[in-house]
């Protein structure tokens, strides 16, 4: 199983940008998909969290600019993020609690290899 993360860049303070994260291979389901962000000399933070039924949960530093959604069919979550702030820059890591059709009975976590958010003030 792989992630895929995209979208990230340079954007200026207020701006917005859309982060897609694609996972592919021998995936029988998806449960819960996550971003996840970390910022230079930083701990890896959560951010936001989409369960298979289309539930969310937001950090409290995105709530109301952040969106998190799913697209099932395509086993893709993608993260809105409006009203971009400086310190919203880090590397964004999107993971995925993975049914794989070699171990239809158990799930594992898969983690992507991070996009770079830059938001300049």
């Known amino acids: 199983v792989q992630l895929q993360a995209s979208g990230g860049g340079l954007v200026q303070a207020g701006g917005s940008l859309r982060l897609s994260c694609a996972a592919s291979?021998?995936?029988?389901?998806?449960?819960?998909m996550n971003w996840y962000r970390q910022a230079p000399g930083k701990q890896r933070e959560f951010v936001a969290h989409?369960?298979?039924?289309?539930?969310?949960n937001y950090a409290d530093s995105v709530k109301g600019r952040f969106t998190i959604s799913r697209d099932s069919a395509k086993n893709t979550v993608y993260l809105q993020m409006n009203s971009l702030k400086p310190e919203d820059t880090a590397v964004y890591y999107c993971?995925?609690?993975?049914?794989?059709?070699?171990?239809?009975?158990?799930?594992?976590?898969?983690w992507g290899q991070g996009t770079q958010v830059t938001v300049s003030s």
């Open positions: 989409v369960t298979s039924g289309g539930s969310t």
């Open positions: 291979g021998s995936i029988f389901s998806i449960n819960a």
């Open positions: 993971a995925a609690d993975v049914i794989t059709l070699a171990t239809p009975l158990e799930s594992m976590d898969y």
